[in-house]
């Protein structure tokens, strides 16, 4: 006994320290939830928000590719602090071009170079000089061919360059999303979302930067304000704009304010909004309830956001190639495929075709009428025949991105601005 | 020492409190005999290593870090080492702080007016969870006589802490939303004839639901304390003729302190520290510092949340001092 032990004296001052040593790590292992593969050389740790990091998508590229993928789906700022801040915690980092003004200068990320990268050149123009078609517009903020090229070094050069930091895959345009039953009308302009039609029937993202660029959107196309750059505005303009909102909001505009997925599906399957910022599968989720709901698209333009796959720094020898295996994997279009069901596009559309049953691809991607009942990535029926996705072809959605989701120079400030706004 | 000397330094310990006066309170000597006499058997070291260690480690190193953060050089994408107090300055001044030309020269920045009205919030909170908390403990301990029964109900008011926080927190949604339980009850009575909508999202659900998720912090310490009163003293003082409202006043309330004291201390840690209550019940509609905290992580200002958490620290070390000030609850215990 244990007792008996430490009554003869028999733990000497070394034995208790080895464990209580093994002890604490013992609960530290525990602590972390994240299973590590057995051997550090046999397979990757790929970690993402829920967008990319879905059980099927990892559990196809493990058989596909023969060594464990293992995902690990974080909250946006669990996400971004593991990125930013424990990259021998990962292989691949499924992260989000507005964050690499961060990513980027903290080298937290290897440079990829694209001759590894196979179907490269297949890869859209959106990334590569920032207009998916030569007449669409390059949309103001973070866009992403701003920050994707490096050099060898992984500093961030303009492009075209051998060297990326990060792989273009995933991606979509936000809007609003809204009850056609409840607002009697289609929602047509982001003025909706601050119009007094909907007083106390309205949710905005409870995410300072992103929520920030509806209001905005909103505002500009009130014609109240006309804003230089949505995705880094001045002082000023955030003033303006936070002064805008705290008055609605004291006149009990907003409904809520949400911070994930599952919120914004509540809130308008339990009649709380009409009409709400939101993301695409949301969607999808609330029509699976039985809940109509459309995706708007709106005539200012859409708010993109542009994922992508980066590899840790500190990743080398075989666990490098498994990662460029990986992204290679991705670029062949299966997951992307995979996603397209919630609504969500591909980098190379071509290889998602390859995946995609030709009813599913003239509906997300063509915009054509749906030729029959079309499910979700899991099988619900969510699009019943005949409907049509607004906004049509991917082509069409593209070549009106008004804004990127960008990480502001003012940032501090706006999180400041965003907190009295919510305190008042 | 003759009997009288012994017997005023007896009566003297302890200045006589309202028509029943105190308890006489045991010899000094006695007392710290009884106190100090340690049992045999266990090494001390080793007693106490592993709550030292686990504290070292867990608590005090990184406290002492979130405090060394705060002055350190936010980079944008991290910290460096440095000492600066600009984001102290960037706490308690806003923008035009103590500059006269200014017209809010004296509003102190909204950092400080969140910390203000999470305490302001808090305290509301304490408040409405000893009212309830206090009747329902006094019910357990004081008039269910059965040991039994006293046990059972005790751990059926625990019951709602068997689920998850969570859960008991998102449970409050299809209760009192638009089309929740009330609501719908009101519509089909015809008590309204809209929806109300004050119910969910409001600072009304957020109240409701954080006085729910702490009550019973504050129901247990209560019941055990009055538990421990002895009942000779309540009996003493009724056969010489005091009223139950004295009773209450001069034993029972005093003699139940440490347990309110205990509780209260409690549910102000857990609601100053609250941030996720309020995304779920009140719709993200307003800010605590703990979601300022998490706004400036969530952007890579370190430093400057270091400040938020150190702040927020401070103001809860300064209330729990405050309830302990009230009521000393190494003498009451």
Known sequence: ?424 | MTTVESYAKVTHLETPRGLIGGAPIAHDAAEAERKYRREPGFPVPLLIAPATLWLVIFLFLPLISIFVFSFWKSTGHGMTPAFTLEHYQAFFASEGFFDPSKPDFLTPSVFIRTLWSTFRFTITVMAICLALAYPLAYFLSMQVENFKWQLTLFLLAMVPFWTSYLIRAVAWLPMLGRHGLINEFLVSFGIVEEPVSFFLYSEFSYTMALVQLYVVLAVGPIFFSLAKIDRTLLEAARDMGATPFQIFREIIAPLSLPGVAIGMIFIFVMVMGEFATAVVVYGGKSSTTGTVILNYYAIANYPFAAVNAFMLMVAMMIGVVIILRLVDIRKEL
């Open chain 1, 1 to 424: 006994m244990a007792y008996e032990g430490l009554r003869q004296g028999k733990w000497s001052r070394r034995s208790f320290m080895k464990a209580t040593a093994a002890g604490l790590a013992t609960g530290a292992l525990a602590g972390a939830s994240f299973p590590r593969p057995a051997a550090a050389d046999a397979g990757l740790r790929t970690i993402g928000l829920g967008v990319s990091i879905i059980n099927e998508i990892q559990e196809k590229a493990t058989k596909d590719l023969g060594f464990p993928v293992v995902g690990q789906a974080l909250g946006y700022g669990d996400m971004f602090s593991k990125m930013l801040n424990q990259n021998d915690q990962y292989e691949i980092a499924e992260g989000y071009f507005n964050d690499m003004r961060v990513m980027g200068p903290a080298k937290v990320w290897q440079p990829l170079d694209t001759k590894k990268l196979k179907d490269w050149d297949k890869v859209t123009d959106l990334c590569k000089t920032g207009r998916l078609t030569p007449e669409a517009s390059v949309g103001q903020g973070d866009a992403p061919y701003k920050f994707m090229w490096c050099d060898e070094n992984g500093n961030k050069v303009q492009g075209p360059s051998r060297y990326i930091i990060m792989t273009p895959t995933f991606h979509n345009a936000d809007s609003i999303g809204y009850n056609p039953k409840a607002t009697g009308r289609p929602i047509e302009s982001w003025g909706e979302l601050l119009n007094k039609d909907w007083r106390g029937k309205v949710a905005l993202l409870n995410v300072p930067q992103i929520g920030t660029m509806d209001a905005a959107m909103a505002i500009e196309a009130l014609g109240l304000k006309k804003f230089g750059d949505k995705g880094n505005m001045t002082k000023a303009e955030i003033d303006f704009l936070v002064d805008y909102l705290i008055p609605l909001k004291k006149q009990g505009h907003f409904r809520a304010f949400w911070e994930n997925f599952g919120q914004s599906v509540n809130l308008m399957v339990n009649g709380e909004v009409v009409l709400e910022s939101m993301w695409s599968p949301a969607v999808t989720a609330i029509r699976a309830e039985g809940v109509p709901c459309v995706y708007a698209f709106p005539k200012e333009g859409m708010r993109g956001w542009h994922g992508g796959h980066a590899i840790s720094a500190k990743v080398q020898g075989k666990q490098l190639d498994q990662a460029y295996e990986y992204i290679n994997w991705w670029l062949d279009g299966w997951a992307g495929a995979f996603v397209s069901h919630q609504g969500y596009y591909h980098s190379i559309p071509d290889n998602v075709k390859k995946h995609l049953d030709p009813a599913d691809w003239d509906f997300w991607y063509m915009g054509k009428p749906a030729a029959k009942d079309l499910p979700d990535p899991f099988g619900t029926i969510i699009i019943k025949k005949g409907e049509v996705r607004e906004g049509g072809s991917y082509w069409n959605r593209y070549s009106k991105i008004a804004v990127w989701n960008s990480l502001m120079d003012e940032n501090n400030y706006l999180v400041k601005r965003w907190t009295e706004f919510l305190t008042a």
